[in-house]
């Protein structure tokens, strides 16, 4: 069965201050993992995947399979990246996206 | 391209009533996924459907749902009858059939049955 797990249901920074969201998963196979992101009255939208290996917006994030972790990080962060943050799993050939409970992150000035 | 476009955006009803909530996913997209979102359970998904035929409808709740893709380009999620713990925000979602979980989401549905 495929499970993501946010522990973290709030959490809050200061403006500059580094920033890091916790998911761990569980999944029998390869997963594919994800992190979306939804900002106050937009719509739910990709982050980013773990396979880009990609820097967006200043955030990466890697996959650690011996720890079934895929935490998303930010150095310095702002107030603009205030949102709410999933985590997101799919497993290999499937189109089913599971998703965690979310972590809400308030950059505070 | 709109996007992934839901109706109707807030929905009240008292328990009992029938909800039917629309979604019109992205020109050219195969694949469509219905979500409800809450405090308590985040974001579940529901059932999705590939070239209009539902592939997995295990996180339907129980028979008080259905959802049907008459076309490409339309899909409904029925909720006969409503009770207040319904009450969610339910996300439409498209994407390519690629395996590669970017999915197109809509602004959602909010719902609350009283």
């Known amino acids: 069965a495929q499970r993501v797990t946010q522990p973290e249901k709030l959490l809050s920074v200061f403006k500059g201050a580094p920033v890091e969201l916790k998911c761990n998963y569980s999944y029998s196979g390869s997963p594919e993992l994800f992190w979306y992101v939804q900002y106050s009255r937009q719509r739910l939208q990709l982050l980013l995947r773990?396979?880009s290996r990609e820097s967006i917006k200043g955030f990466t994030a890697d996959l650690n399979k011996g720890e079934t972790s895929f935490h998303l990080k930010k150095p310095f962060a702002q107030e603009e990246d205030s949102a709410m943050y999933y985590c997101?799993?799919?497993?290999?050939?499937?189109?089913?996206?599971?998703f965690g409970k979310g972590t809400k992150l308030t950059v505070n000035p | 391209d709109a996007g992934v476009i839901q109706s109707p955006r807030h929905e009240v009803t008292e328990m009992g009533q029938e909800v039917t909530l629309r979604c019109k996913p992205i020109s050219g997209h195969n694949s469509l996924f219905w979500y409800r979102q809450t405090m308590m359970r985040g974001l579940e998904l529901l059932i999705y459907f590939n070239n209009n035929v539902p592939i997995d409808d295990s996180g339907m709740p129980e028979d008080r749902f259905s959802a049907k893709m008459p076309n490409a380009s339309f899909s409904t999620l029925k909720i006969q009858p409503s009770e207040p713990r319904d009450s969610a925000v339910y996300f439409c979602?498209?994407?390519?059939?690629?395996?590669?979980?970017?999915?197109?989401f809509g602004e959602g549905s909010r719902l609350t049955v009283l």
């Open positions: 997101a799993l799919i497993g290999r050939g499937s189109e089913k996206l599971v």
């Open positions: 979602a498209s994407s390519l059939w690629q395996g590669n979980g970017e999915l197109f």
């Open positions: 773990h396979i």
